[in-house]
């Protein structure tokens, strides 16, 4: 049973930073699985913030978040963290840590998630 557990959200002011940490365990590094944050605002679509692919394909970042948002993990697959800067009001949301074993998973539809951790930019 795969396991995701978040932390590192909060409150922050507009241009700060925040570290989200999500700790992983009974996730296998699938040669072709995934590991992405999404982040979902009440009364919206939950969106695809940023994945990471095991393998050699590239990371994905959305368009919103690319230059601002990195994401990075342990050699072991047990920590994935989202370093984001330059924080922007409607960065606000709960952000969920998720895993699928394909890499398509982390596209629509994941197979696992965590509880999420919230975050708050104020401007």
């Known amino acids: 049973q795969v396991h995701l557990v978040e932390s590192g959200g909060g409150p922050v002011q507009a241009g700060g930073s925040l570290r989200l940490a999500c700790t992983i365990s009974?996730?296998?590094?699938?040669?072709?699985?995934?590991l992405a944050w999404f982040l979902q605002v009440p009364g919206k679509e939950r969106e695809r913030v940023a994945t990471?692919?095991?393998?050699?394909?590239?990371?994905f970042y959305a368009d919103s978040v690319k230059g601002r948002f990195t994401l990075s993990q342990d050699n072991a697959w047990q920590t994935l963290f989202l370093q984001m800067n330059s924080l922007k009001p409607e960065d606000t949301a709960m952000y969920y840590c998720?895993?699928?074993?394909?890499?398509?998973?982390?596209?629509?539809?994941?197979?696992?998630w965590g509880q999420g951790t919230q975050v708050i930019v104020s401007s």
């Open positions: 998720v895993a699928d074993s394909s890499r398509l998973g982390c596209s629509a539809n994941p197979e696992y």
């Open positions: 009974g996730y296998t590094a699938y040669s072709r699985g995934c």
């Open positions: 990471v692919f095991t393998g050699s394909p590239p990371p």
